[in-house]
């Protein structure tokens, strides 16, 4: 069965980089729609950067500039480069694969069929 697993979280100062890494088994990733959503307690679920099967890409204004999303399909992983971090960029951050259902970025939770476990993001002032 698919499966998404996350890793490069931790805890960095404002202003620091990270680089998150989504390796996938088990369904085509290549040719899936794929993202990156985050999560804070008590706080939705959101989508902050998506690639797509062509790999377009799009980004959460809030990130635009600062993360970039990117694939490489010989190793089935999706990363989120994130550089100049802020604390409001701290959340658990899950990779997503497989649209299932249309809708205009960003989108919500239920458009996507895969999910990884996810990875912790603390950044401090």
């Known amino acids: 069965q698919a499966q998404l697993v996350e890793s490069g979280g931790g805890s960095v100062q404002a202003g620091g980089s990270l680089r998150l890494s989504c390796t996938s088994s088990?369904?085509?990733?290549?040719?899936?729609?794929m993202a990156w959503f985050r999560q804070v307690p008590g706080k939705e679920r959101e989508e902050v950067a998506e690639?797509?099967?062509?790999?377009?890409?799009i980004y959460l204004d809030s990130v635009k500039g600062r993360f970039a999303i990117s694939r490489d399909n010989t190793k089935n992983t999706l990363y989120l480069q994130m550089n100049s971090l802020k604390p409001d960029d701290t959340a658990m951050y899950y990779c997503?694969?497989?649209?299932?259902?249309?809708?205009?970025?960003?989108?919500?939770?239920?458009?996507?069929?895969?999910w990884g476990q996810g990875t912790q993001v603390t950044v401090s002032s």
């Open positions: 690639i797509g099967s062509y790999d377009q890409t």
């Open positions: 997503a694969a497989r649209l299932v259902r249309g809708s205009a970025f960003p989108r919500s939770p239920d458009a996507f069929g895969f």
């Open positions: 088990g369904f085509a990733s290549s040719k899936n729609y």
